[in-house]
T-cell receptor, first 113, second 112 residues
Framework: KNQVEQSPQSLIILEGKNCTLQ??????????LRWYKQDTGRGPVSLTI???SENTKSNGRYTATLDADTKQSSLHITASQLSDSASYIC????????????WGAGTKLIIKP | NAGVTQTPKFQVLKTGQSMTLQCAQD?????MYWYRQDPGMGLRLIYY???????DKGEVPNGYNVSRLNKREFSLRLESAAPSQTSVYFC???????????FGPGTRLTVL
């Protein structure tokens, strides 16, 4: 069964610190992987998209990595800011499914001043 | 550009009542989606519309119906609401297929 699992479920860090969020997936055949950011009370917003051949992609202070062999991805946030407080969701699409994405449950990140 | 808009933002229903959630996008996207989000779970696809005039079931379609009114608008109807349908509902759109999806602000629905 196609699944996406994220860890940790929640994380609290101090402003200015770095953190790394993890995503493991069992989706096959793999097409691409996205990270979304969801602020409280809002819809998710795309941060990055990675295909099979990409192993690192950056978007400002966010850096996503992908290891297609071990089916793992991580999202690293550098020099965290209060505005980074949100849920971060890993989403994987399969090659044989044109319209359906497999969504992880998300990691809830809280940045404390 | 408003992006994806949803109405209403909040709704409380009694068991057995019906209602329609409205969604519109102004990005000229072909594909539109309805999801529900429950605590501790990933978003689950209810229905999607690959293009104007077509609709298909997603992962959890039971108890829901949809209408793709035109290219801009995609509505979700609950014919007889049940407490298990208490959730946050998101509408999304994409150019097509599994392109990046753009989400509306959500509708928070409570069924008593």
């Amino acid at each position: 069964k196609n699944q996406v699992e994220q860890s940790p479920q929640s994380l609290i860090i101090l402003e200015g610190k770095n953190c790394t969020l993890q995503c493991n997936y069992t989706v096959s055949p793999f097409s691409n992987l996205r990270w979304y950011k969801q602020d409280t009370g809002r819809g998710p917003v795309s941060l990055t998209i990675m295909t099979f051949s990409e192993n690192t992609k950056s978007n400002g202070r966010y850096t996503a990595t992908l290891d297609a062999d071990t089916k793992q991805s991580s999202l690293h946030i550098t020099a965290s800011q209060l505005s980074d407080s949100a849920s971060y969701i890993c989403v994987v699409s399969a090659k044989d499914s044109n319209y359906q994405l497999i969504w992880g449950a998300g990691t809830k990140l809280i940045i404390k001043p | 550009n408003a992006g994806v808009t949803q109405t209403p933002k909040f709704q409380v229903l009694k068991t057995g009542q019906s209602m329609t959630l409205q969604c519109a996008q102004d990005m000229n996207h072909n594909s539109m989606y309805w999801y529900r989000q429950d605590p501790g779970m990933g978003l689950r696809l209810i229905y999607y519309s690959a293009s104007e005039g077509t609709t298909d079931k997603g992962e959890v379609p039971n108890g829901y119906n949809v209408s793709r009114l035109n290219k801009r608008e995609f509505s979700l109807r609950l014919e007889s609401a049940a407490p298990s349908q208490t959730s946050v509902y998101f509408c999304a759109s994409s150019e097509q297929g599994v392109d990046t999806q753009y989400f509306g602000p959500g509708t928070r629905l409570t069924v008593l």
